[in-house]
């Protein structure tokens, strides 16, 4: 059975750090991209970040780009998503989702598995 844990999240200041962390098992970790989306209630899905299998190729959203940092360990079967510099716009439910691609899929319906969401609030 496959199953992608999402952790870490919490209620942070803005200008705050966090580190998101998504657990795996009941696949071929080597051979999944990973990405992270985040959802505001009654909003579309957001494409966060993206690494591919090989981890070679990595993609941001343009809202994130210089403030997150995606990255993958295989003896772990885990991605990690740093998050700097948070504003209250980061604000979400983030997930962690799978697909097996060697690229960075930009929309979360390419995902083929998902994991439970995670609550990252920014507010002083």
């Known amino acids: 059975e496959v199953q992608l844990q999402a952790s870490g999240g919490g209620l942070v200041q803005p200008g705050g750090s966090l580190r998101l962390s998504c657990t795996t098992s009941g696949f071929a970790f080597d051979e999944q991209a990973i990405g992270w989306f985040r959802q505001v209630s009654g909003k579309e899905r957001e494409k966060v970040a993206c690494?591919?299998?090989?981890?070679?190729?990595?993609s941001y959203g343009n809202s994130v780009t210089g403030r997150f940092t995606i990255s993958r360990d295989g003896a772990k079967n885990a991605v990690y998503l740093q998050l700097n510099n948070l504003k209250p716009e980061d604000t979400a439910v983030y997930y962690c989702a799978a697909r097996r691609s060697n690229s960075t899929p930009l929309s979360w319906k390419k995902y083929d598995y998902w994991g439970q969401g995670t609550q990252v609030t920014v507010s002083s």
């Open positions: 690494i591919s299998s090989s981890g070679g190729k990595i």
